[in-house]
């Protein structure tokens, strides 16, 4: 999947019951990626909040990309580690495009911190690349990366 961005809804959330994806309401979209659509979203049974990867067609109809996201997203279900957010469903849209829904990391965004703050102290970039070096360590061991 691409780079994450900084996570701000850009359209308000329409009036009414909010649609669904499964047991996901999306409430809104956050922004339009090169082969997704991000939204934020809550996983009905559980209240919890999501993100929901809505696949553009384009990005469908890619040689090899739909087996790919499908071999990864099986590999991403071992994931442990808490720097990483956890795969909950590869599902189909009503109108046939594929959908990853995660969980929702809480707190800010690197761009969010580095945007209010400026640049970070030497002993936080060595805990954030410390945390970052353990969740590819463990991402590369299920094969992802």
């Known amino acids: ?10 359209p308000a959330a329409p009036a009414g019951p909010a649609p669904r994806l499964g047991d996901y ?32 067609p384009h990005a469908m109809q890619q040689p090899g990309f739909v087996h790919r996201l499908a071999h990864e997203v099986d590999a991403a279900r071992w994931l442990r580690h808490p720097a990483i ?22 707190g800010r965004s690197l ?8 640049r970070l102290g030497v002993g936080r970039v060595v805990r954030l690349g410390g945390r970052l070096v353990e969740a590819l360590a463990e991402a590369h061991a299920v094969g992802l990366v």
Do not use: I, Q
């Open 1 to 10: 999947m691409d780079a994450p961005a900084p996570l701000a809804p850009t």
């Open 25 to 56: 309401a999306v409430t809104a979209r956050l922004e339009r990626r090169s082969t997704a659509d991000v939204y934020e979203a809550t996983h009905a049974p559980t209240g919890a909040a999501r993100l929901v990867y809505v696949l553009r």
């Open 85 to 106: 957010a956890k795969v909950d469903a590869c599902a189909e849209t009503p109108n046939g495009r594929l959908y990853v829904a995660t969980e929702r990391p809480a």
């Open 111 to 118: 761009a969010g911190v580095l945007a209010e703050g400026g």
